[in-house]
C-alpha cells in the first residue's frame, strides 16, 4: 500500500523558516514525481511546488517562487520543502501527494484520486 508521511509543520514568526519532509513507501516504482499543496481556510487547495525523482526537475508557484526550495533524497524516497521568508498568508495545511510518472502537474484535481500524505500544519503568526 503506498504511503506518505507529511511532517515538519509548527508555528513560525513572519520571516523565519520551516522545513517540510514527506515520505513515501509501499512502493517498486523508480519513477516517480512527489508535489506539495497547501489548504487555508476558506479558499481552495493549490499546488505550490513539485519534483520528479527521474531527473530532479523542479516547479514552483509564483506565490512562492524565490523563498521555498524542494529538494529530494531518492534512496529514501523522501522530499523536502525549504520554507524560507514565511509570510502570514503562507498559513495552511500543506499535503504532499504522488503520482508514478515522470512529470509534475500541481493540479489538485490531476492527483485525485490518488495518494496523498496526511498533511501538516504551518502558522505564520507574531
Known amino acids: 500500500e503506498v504511503q506518505l508521511q507529511a511532517s515538519g509543520g509548527g508555528l513560525v514568526q513572519p520571516g523565519g523558516s520551516l522545513r517540510l519532509s514527506c515520505t513515501a513507501s509501499g512502493f517498486t516504482f523508480h519513477d516517480y514525481a512527489i508535489a506539495w499543496f497547501r489548504q487555508a481556510p476558506g479558499k481552495e487547495r493549490e499546488g505550490i511546488s513539485c519534483?520528479?525523482?527521474?531527473?530532479?526537475?523542479?516547479y514552483y508557484a509564483d506565490s512562492v517562487k524565490g523563498r521555498f526550495t524542494i529538494s529530494s533524497d531518492n534512496a529514501k524516497n523522501t522530499v523536502f520543502l525549504e520554507m524560507n521568508k514565511l509570510e502570514p498568508e503562507d498559513t495552511a495545511i500543506y499535503y504532499c501527494?504522488?503520482?508514478?510518472?515522470?512529470?509534475?502537474?500541481?493540479?489538485?484535481?490531476?492527483?485525485?484520486?490518488?495518494?496523498w500524505g496526511q498533511g501538516t500544519q504551518v502558522t505564520v503568526s507574531s
Open positions: 501527494a504522488i503520482k508514478f510518472v515522470q512529470y509534475c502537474v500541481m493540479s489538485p484535481d490531476w492527483h485525485s484520486p490518488g495518494y
Open positions: 519534483i520528479t525523482s527521474s531527473d530532479g526537475s523542479k
